[in-house]
Nanobody, 123 residues
Framework: QVQLVESGGGLVQAGGSLRLSCAAS????????MGWYRQAPGKQRDLAAV???????NYADSVKGRFTISRDNAKNTVYLQMNSLKPEDTAVYYC?????????????????WGQGTQVTVSS
């Protein structure tokens, strides 16, 4: 009972910046963790950054110091500020959410994924 909508992807030159946003919506849920994964052509989907409700964060080594994940719990929205972008950052970025669900049809903890937003960094 959670839907994730991403925005902010696009084309940027190397060294530039982008800010991704992901808003979670639904009913009778509470979010534990939100984050961003990315998948380049021919590669597996890997974690870029994650943030839990308490504010703790974790980043892939390849993005540390360049990306910053943040969260607005009141809006159920997660952001990824991407600075000093490199061509190797080119990928489809997927919003991720781990949430507690409490509805008549579904109760428990589940993982949800957005449809992805393309980030292309040109050299």
């Amino acid at each position: 009972q959670v839907q994730l909508v991403e925005s902010g992807g696009g084309l940027v030159q190397a060294g530039g910046s982008l800010r991704l946003s992901c808003a979670a919506s639904g009913s009778m849920f509470s979010i534990n963790t939100m984050g961003w994964y990315r998948q380049a052509p021919g590669k597996q989907r890997d974690l870029a950054a994650v943030i839990i409700s308490g504010g703790s964060t974790n980043y892939a080594d390849s993005v540390k110091g360049r990306f910053t994940i943040s969260r607005d719990n009141a809006k159920n929205t997660v952001y990824l500020q991407m600075n000093s972008l490199k061509p190797e950052d080119t990928a489809v970025y997927y919003c991720y959410c781990n949430a507690n669900i409490n509805t008549a049809l579904r109760r428990g903890t589940y993982n949800y994924w957005g449809q992805g937003t393309q980030v292309t960094v040109s050299s």
